[in-house]
């Protein structure tokens, strides 16, 4: 069967045969790919900056994100049938007994940065036709969703982000939650994440760079969210007419427009940091005055990374509840979809929201 993979030390990106695999344990499940998508972390990998093929090989096969059907399970997998629909979790355990993260269940707060992630850290990815994995990472997902459960995992990132700001917001005496929210970016994570706080009930503004005409700003508008360009207006002034900012959801990689927002974080707000920055881009802060914000307005500064199994799960759920109240708006979030045989081209040269590459062909 054929895979998408990169080789790091030949430095090169391109397919790879593999043998089907076959399940060897009782709790293992094999799955046909459906779908994977590629996002900045597979550019990153594929520009050798990122990415650690399994031991001993040469090649790490790619994806993260992802959509699979059951063909096949092993005699004690109890929550899957062949034809069920599933997404797998990315990160999985380390093995270190003294990890309590690790040990409860939870690899996305892993204290000692063994965990491995499948088609990013020493686990191949999912860019394939078939994959067996044991039922403890696989998340269910309804057959109404076949066509957008690729964007589980990214919706991921923006539901841990909600469940972690929900936990801080509860520290206020008066225990409230909510409030207005920016989202910084308008690609995938950030609409997903906008989705998600709307939904949440936050009034809910994006800032990001394409123009007021862009696609993007309609995909705002059709959630019930604000879209402000920055091409329209700088951070002051769209700080100016917002009013307190309660949460600011970065969703650009880490930049220096990032912590321009952070200055106009509001009293008691929190700052939601959910990229790393590219590679080479130094950012300049005035640490003066963000220490004089954080203690005077009881500020929060937070950083995420995805996603434990409770987060696949809310996203799950939620992407059913976006999908029913905006059906147009999650479709057009996958701008288009490849042939397994063109895998590079939207890694390489990304265009649109999200690309998606078709395991199963062209549908
Ligand atoms: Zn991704
Ligand atoms: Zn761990």
Redesign the pocket.
Known sequence: MKAGAVFPRERRVGMVELEEPQISFPTQVKLRMLEVGVCGTDREICHFRHGVPPENHEFLVLGHESLAEVVETGPAVHRFRPGDLAVPTVRQ??T?PE?V??RGGR?DF???G??RERGIKQLHGFMTDYVVEDEEYLNPVPRELRDVAVLVEPLTIAQKALAQITAIQRRLPWGSSGGRAVVLGAGPVGLLGAMALVNAGFQTSIYSREGPRDRRAGLAAAIGAGYVSSQRQSVLEFAGSVGNVDVIYEAIGASQTAFELLEVLGADGIFCFTGVPRHGEPVSVNAARLLHNLVLKNQVILGTVNAGRESFEAAIRDLGVFHERWPDAVSSLITRRYPIEEFREPILEPSGIKNVIAMDGMR
């Open positions: 355990a380390c270190h990890c993260a690790c690899p892993c204290y000692t063994d965990f």
